[in-house]
């Protein structure tokens, strides 16, 4: 049973550009969470989806965004970069239903690095 | 509104000593608690979880820990520390749709 897979492992990107990540859950996992992990702040919850719904968001400005697609792979977007953006965005992969984290699994995450 | 509290941002321990690291929550509802180990540049590994029934509960490479409703806690131990365990361990209440994370603990290991 393949496992979480977020890509791209690692990006540069430019202060103002926007970026693109993704993540594929484990299949039959219908719930894609994802965090922001930064040395200062820690593991933040960014947004979790289910069944192609947002059901639940962070504390995030709008410039944090998401989707997820029939197939439950899940992308997050941000736009106009700023280098406090520079982090490691994981996602975690559940079914979604019933006790929902008891079955998380995380991906390797998403080095982004903002210069 | 959910919290977690891990005592100690660094623990320092020999190579075979016990390994404790402490881990206090606050929750409104009864909660599920989970260890999780992350190894640099990757992702979070579940250690253990808890949700219901027994309160120790027992996890990989030989880690436990203990859920103690009345202390609100969630310790993590290991009997005798090996240098692979050097990483840095997070404790997680999940609430709703969401883990709570703790700061971590970077777990060195001495030879």
Known sequence: KAGVTQTPRYLIKTRGQQVTLSCSPISGHRSVSWYQQTPGQGLQFLFEYFSETQRNKGNFPGRFSGRQFSNSRSEMNVSTLELGDSALYLCASSPGTGKLYTEAFFGQGTRLTVV | ?111
């Open chain 2, 1 to 111: 509104a959910q919290s977690v509290t891990q005592l100690g941002s660094h623990v320092s321990v020999s190579e075979g000593a016990l390994v404790l690291l402490r881990c206090n929550y606050s929750s409104s509802v009864p909660p599920y608690l989970f260890w999780y180990v992350q190894y640099p540049n990757q992702g979070l590994q579940l250690l253990l979880k808890y949700t219901t029934g027994a309160t120790l509960v027992k996890g990989i490479n030989g880690f436990e820990a203990e859920f103690k409703k009345s202390e609100t806690s969630f310790h993590l131990t290991k009997p005798s520390a090996h240098m692979s365990d050097a990483a840095e361990y997070f404790c997680a209440v999940v609430t709703g749709n969401q883990f709570y994370f703790g700061t971590g603990t970077s777990l060195t290991v001495i030879p």
